[in-house]
């Protein structure tokens, strides 16, 4: 263990009392920051003190043990929380992490359906929430509405309470991972289906309530309904999930011009580096900029 080693507890209790981080993260940290701190031990140095050659050593060494590309950058983005942390507290006066790369994971690329499909989804929904007395219809329209709009988690979605909808239903309050919430605006179009529902919703604490123990719907029951709607819609079902919904709010702001850390806001990702696995959307968008602008591009 680092010299050190006892930053790693202060760092962990900030986590847990100011950031509302999970247990589950908590001990991942943990385990995390452990490791590291001995690796910094064997090199004889520790955490106020660890240079960039040091972080980098350690990255090299996780690679020669097979360590994957994903699981490394992981335990990077621990080290860097917990050396922002120590420059905050004024324990260090830099960062040995500012400006080393992370590995890059080879991982599949999010699966998206195009806008058109999106649009054909969407109106399918619709058509059939037109329909007298067709409350699963509706309800399947509004949830879909949303996760397109906002991009949340399916879990947030089918928990949110009907106190979650502020602002005439103009922005939604969504209570996410590790208790957090953030405020996210809606659509108009989702704005006006999530009024027709309320119009027609029972009393009761849940937006989208059901008879089973936890008092809203399942996340199984959406994902069932979403994949019938999908093969009403003329698209493979297999495609469709209430994740792959979310990717495509994503890769689709990002096509239209947000800023990635606006979409990381949104999704709710409390790191930046877990947004960027859409950046080949910007990718794409930047090499299109500069084949059209540069002037020594060839025609």
């Given amino acids: 263990m680092s010299r050190d080693g006892h930053l790693v507890g202060a760092f962990l209790e900030m986590m847990s009392a100011e950031r509302g981080a999970a247990a589950n993260t908590i001990e991942a940290y943990r385990r995390d920051l452990l490791d590291y701190g001995a690796a910094l031990g064997a090199r004889g140095a520790g955490f106020t003190d660890a240079a960039r050659e040091d972080v980098v050593t350690y990255l090299d060494a996780l690679k020669a043990e097979g ?3 994903a699981s490394s950058a992981r ?3 621990a080290i ?3 050396h922002k942390f120590l420059c905050a507290d004024g324990l260090r006066g830099d960062d040995p992490t500012r400006i080393v790369a992370s590995p890059k994971a080879r991982r599949a690329l999010p699966k998206v359906l195009s806008v058109a499909e ?4 969407l109106s399918t929904a619709e058509a059939e929430a037109r329909e007298a007395d ?4 509706l309800r399947l329209y509004v949830l879909l509405e949303l996760l397109y709009a906002t991009g949340m988690r399916v879990s947030e979605l089918v928990s949110l309470r009907r106190a979650a909808v502020i602002r005439e239903a103009g922005f939604l309050t969504i209570r996410g991972k590790g208790n957090k919430e953030r405020i996210v605006p809606v659509t108009d179009r989702a704005r006006d289906a999530v009024r027709v529902w309320l119009a027609v919703l029972e009393p009761g604490p849940f937006l ?3 008879k089973g123990e936890e008092g809203y719907l399942s996340r199984q029951v959406f994902a069932r309904d979403l994949k019938g709607l999908a093969g009403r819609a003329g698209i493979a079902s297999a495609r469709v999930t209430p994740h792959v919904l979310r990717h495509a709010f994503a890769s689709h702001l990002l096509a239209g011009g947000a800023d990635l850390r606006v979409v990381q806001m949104l999704l ?4 930046i580096s877990t947004t960027q696995i859409y950046t080949h ?3 794409e968008k930047l090499r299109t900029l500069v084949e059209t602008h540069h002037p020594l591009a060839e025609d």
């Fill in 67 to 69: 360590l994957s590309a």
């Fill in 75 to 77: 335990k990077l983005s």
């Fill in 80 to 82: 860097r929380q917990f």
């Fill in 118 to 121: 999106i649009d054909r989804l």
């Fill in 134 to 137: 067709n409350v699963p219809a």
């Fill in 208 to 210: 989208f309530p059901a």
């Fill in 268 to 271: 709710g990702h409390a790191d």
């Fill in 281 to 283: 959307v910007l990718d």
